[in-house]
């Protein structure tokens, strides 16, 4: 199951194998679960990031990106931001500084978490002249209930390399026109690239389905997940890690500790929290959770989200907006 992001020893990796043909092998790899034991020729760049959420946009360079995702997860997770600026900054520059003929494998599950970050670098290497291709997977013969590689074993992992497989021009097209899509401040360029966009990447479409879940809408003024968030604690679930469990397991798109933690905050009254929600200084606690009788009343459908709370959210490159006193007029999207 997928945890929040991990700023540390940037600098770790495995050594670089020439291999036969003259090139080198580069694997990328999300996250320290994975990357300290892919035990493989080449070597492993571990990508740390948390694409699924957080302000984006397409035409920020990549300064003004890590600038902004920084000052947002220092105030939402408690993540030092010049932490977070420097292992943005070293990893970007070791994604820019590999040579043409080395082969970059990007090792990406099924996922939403994963499947983004997948288009961000699909983008950022569009045009670097390597060559690329990937391991990717939904599901493990030896695995009942597949998460993630974070799952497997060195062993296991090792194993996979066997089914890599080019990334084919087509593609990286596909993956540059929805991260496009995706990082625009208009929610509707998602949408039709969902419809009209040609998709041969094995399950990038599906992730951006499952991202149109995160969009607050309706009379209630909720997502989908949000609205979920309130029926478990209207029914038997008590705890952070309860919950977590439960969403994890009923939509398996990579939803995190720390994307859920942001997701009750963002509820704020509807919610009633007995202790600190995890954040980069305390990732293992396990608050209390109530829902409020604001909380049943939005859920039921008495009143909306917005003009108890308001909103102030990031969905992809969409900021969502709007204030309690502007409960009359139509919610704002801002870039």
């Keep these: 199951m997928k945890e929040g992001i991990i700023c ?8 670089t194998l020439l291999i036969e043909g003259g090139s080198t092998l580069i694997h990328i790899v999300n996250g320290d679960a994975v ?5 493989v020729e080449g070597e492993v760049i571990i990508w740390r990031e948390m694409y699924d959420w957080g302000p984006l946009h397409y035409e920020w360079d990549a300064a003004d990106l890590i600038g902004r995702r920084a000052a947002f997860f220092e105030e939402q997770l408690e993540l030092p931001a010049s932490l977070f600026i420097k292992t943005s900054q070293e990893q970007w520059k070791a994604l820019h500084r590999m040579e043409k003929h080395e ?7 099924h996922d939403r978490y994963d499947q983004t970050m997948l288009m961000y670098l699909l983008h950022e290497l569009r045009n670097s002249g390597h060559r690329l291709s990937m391991v990717t997977l939904d599901s493990h013969p030896e695995v009942d209930r597949f998460y993630g590689m974070g799952q497997l074993s060195e062993e296991q992992l090792l194993a996979l390399e066997k089914t890599k497989q080019p990334v084919t021009p087509e593609q990286v ?11 625009s401040p208009q929610l509707s360029k998602l949408e039709q690239w969902i419809l009209e966009s040609v998709h041969t990447l094995p399950y990038l479409k599906e992730a951006m389905v499952s991202h149109l879940d ?12 949000e609205e979920w968030i309130l029926l478990y604690l209207d029914g038997h679930i008590r705890t952070f890690h309860d919950l977590l469990r439960e969403i994890q397991s009923r939509r398996n798109d990579g939803i995190s500790d720390f994307y859920l933690s942001y ?8 919610v009633e929290v007995e202790g600190a929600l995890p954040d980069f200084t305390a990732d293992r606690v396990n608050p209390n959770l109530t829902l409020s009788s604001k909380g049943k009343e939005v859920l039921e459908g008495k009143r909306s989200r917005i003009d108890i709370i308001g909103l102030d959210t990031w969905v992809g490159g969409a900021r969502l907006y709007c204030s309690k ?3 009359e007029d139509d919610w704002h999207v801002g870039e």
């Design 173 to 183: 097209e596909e993956a540059v026109e929805g991260w496009r899509a995706y990082a």
């Design 325 to 327: 006193q502007e409960i």
């Design 35 to 39: 990357g300290s034991r892919l035990n």
């Design 214 to 225: 995160y969009i607050p809408c309706g009379d209630k003024g909720l997502s989908i997940v």
């Design 263 to 270: 997701l009750l905050k963002q509820l704020g009254t509807l």
């Design 103 to 109: 082969e970059v494998v990007l090792w990406f599950e």
């Design 8 to 15: 540390e020893n940037i600098e770790e990796s495995h050594t």
